[in-house]
């Protein structure tokens, strides 16, 4: 199944956003991820959708520069925004990444307020550098960021007082400010009550509109929110499927990539899935 762009034509831009081309990657004795191509262009909204151990923490630390694939003569099996290297640091400034490992990092930091740990972002570390200075601009941006992932009441807190729900704002925060292009979002509302749930995917919601591109990393039907049209379902490590949301979550196509007969319902944009 093939995927026709429905928010930006690919023709629009020159350079994909995400760019894998037959990429393998081995862990130990085993591959991973299998020949796998996709492309994602900026504006796309995707998202990756598989169960546990079909490769989606791999593709993570693939485009995380955390894994490399298998090389092979000739071009590099992967791009990030068209280019096949990185500084990760610099990547890092261009492409969000949010997962739940950032903040037990975070909650390591003893006496971490949530301002500096979203300026932490600058530096690339989980504390704030003693030798490098944190200047105003930067303080402006954090902010800036805090107010954008509708957590600004939280500045003064302290990391280590923070919900789950809290935390995964104060890790939004910390992602934007550099103003990326895109967010890598590794299953985000895990962990989170239905509550804290709910609030958080409508944050996600108002970020796609601003022009952000997300990238959904998960195994939860619910967390596609409807500004994504385009998922890509893995099964060990390779694309079972990939097009419009509607054609790829189906019945027929979750209990494939599952290995058990699962029953999808959809009510308005929302989709879920039972055992069937």
């Not at 919900?163 to 989170?192: C, F, K, W, Y």
């Not at 958080?200 to 959904?216: D, H």
């Amino acid at each position: 199944m093939t995927f026709p762009p429905t928010t930006v034509p690919a023709t629009a831009f020159p350079e994909p956003l995400i760019e894998l081309d037959r990429a393998t990657v081995v862990r130990g004795d085993a591959a991973v991820l299998h020949a796998l191509s996709l492309r994602i262009v900026a504006g796309q909204h995707t998202a990756i959708l598989g169960p546990n151990g079909c490769g989606k923490s791999s593709f993570i630390k693939l485009i995380n520069r955390e894994l490399y694939p298998l090389a092979r003569e000739g071009e590099s099996p992967v791009k990030v925004m068209g280019r096949e290297r990185w500084n990760v640091n610099e990547l890092r400034t261009q492409l969000g990444v949010v997962g739940g490992d950032l903040g037990r990092d975070l909650l390591e930091m003893p006496g971490l307020e949530v301002e500096d740990a979203v300026l932490t972002g600058f530096f690339a570390s989980f504390m704030l550098p003693p030798d490098r200075e944190v200047t105003p601009e930067m303080r402006d941006r954090a902010r800036e960021a805090l107010a954008q992932a509708h957590a600004t009441a939280l500045a003064s807190r302290q990391v280590a007082e923070l919900s789950t729900g809290e935390m995964r704002r104060v890790l939004i925060a910390r992602a934007l400010v550099h103003r990326p292009q895109a967010l890598l979002l590794d299953e985000p509302t895990a962990g989170l009550d239905l509550v804290a749930q709910r609030d958080f995917l409508r944050l996600l919601r108002k970020l796609a509109a601003s022009g952000i591109t997300l990238v959904l990393v998960t195994h939860h039907l619910e967390e596609i929110i409807p500004e994504i049209d385009r998922v890509i379902l893995l099964r060990a490590g390779r694309v079972l499927a990939d097009g419009a949301r509607a054609d790829v979550l189906t019945s027929e196509l979750l209990s494939q990539a599952y290995g058990g007969p699962l029953k999808v319902r959809r009510e308005g944009d929302a989709y879920s899935a039972s055992g069937g």
